[in-house]
């Protein structure tokens, strides 16, 4: 495993699951990395959390993350991962949601770098495949203490080390720091992962050269555009009009029916996940090189808010943009359902003449991933 040079899918809660992973294979992705997984589930043979350590075929290049606060949880699970495929395993340390944090896993091991320090020795003895680890900046803005456990991680053996350029404190409020990126990657001589606001592939050429990171990691930026690794790859944009960003999402559609099965009860699973990816895919805008590189140096373009009146856009690119969760699950019940893309963009229309007006704005807080 390589973790030079390489554009890395980052382990996405609920977004990262295997065909959301398969159609940014799709668009360009080489490097994957699965949902992460309670080591304590995975030691109990809980199915629901052993299925996050299952990749596909195509995924050549497979990470699975862990989250874990006892040694023998992280190395069992990290077994039972690499027993599955996986190239490498992670080590999650930097998840700010509560459910994490209250059971002494994710960013709370951030205030406890001796126990961080340890997992991350034990694992590297006791799993088959290298060990990474992903943490945030720190607990607080005022207890950032990411170079020390850099350097407990790196002494620990860890092969790599994903920097999140914020504190569990910020979620994701605050511009990514990659400053403070780019003083880790200058300390450390393990390969440093560079991870927060990347949305366009210009932003992530600039972060990426001027921060000195051997790599990097796209979240959010991938979810709101999954060809995001296609731009980075050809160092240009695609913008792709209202029909065919129907065409990826409705691709995503079938991967889904083909995972989850193609009946009632497949349905029902599927639609815990694909409604909620229209969260994301309702944020695209076109962000082309020659109107946004100078603004996306004063501010993050997946942090700015974009003045819209005034628009001319058609029916299509308008329910594209839609916020509201019911539109987002009938978008992805007529996608379900559509033979073809012609068929889905006669029902997305269908479904804009049937619509009420949006009212008011809607809330851009990013939803926080491990």
Known sequence: MDFRGRVFLAPLTKGGNLPFRRLCLRHGAVVTMGEMAYGYQVVRRSKSELALLRK???ETCFGAQIAASKPADAIAAGREAAARGASWVDLNCGCPIHDVVKRGMGATLLQRPAQLAKLVEEMVKGVPVPVSV???LGWTESEQNASEVARLVQEAGAAALTVHGRTREQRYSRAADWDAIARIAAERTIPVIGNGDLLTWYETKERWASSGVASVMLGRGALIKPWLFREIAEGKGWEPDAKERLGVYLDLARMMKEHFRDDEK?????MRFLPWHFE?????RPLSAEKFVAASKTHPL??????EQGEELSVLERLLRDPREEVHLRLAELLWSAGDLDAAEAAALQLAAELPPVVGERDETPVAHG
């Open 56 to 58: 596909h075929a195509e």
């Open 134 to 136: 992903k943490i945030r």
């Open 266 to 270: 497949g349905k029902e699973r599927a």
């Open 280 to 284: 994301f895919f309702c944020r695209y």
């Open 302 to 307: 997946i942090q700015t808010r974009f003045d």
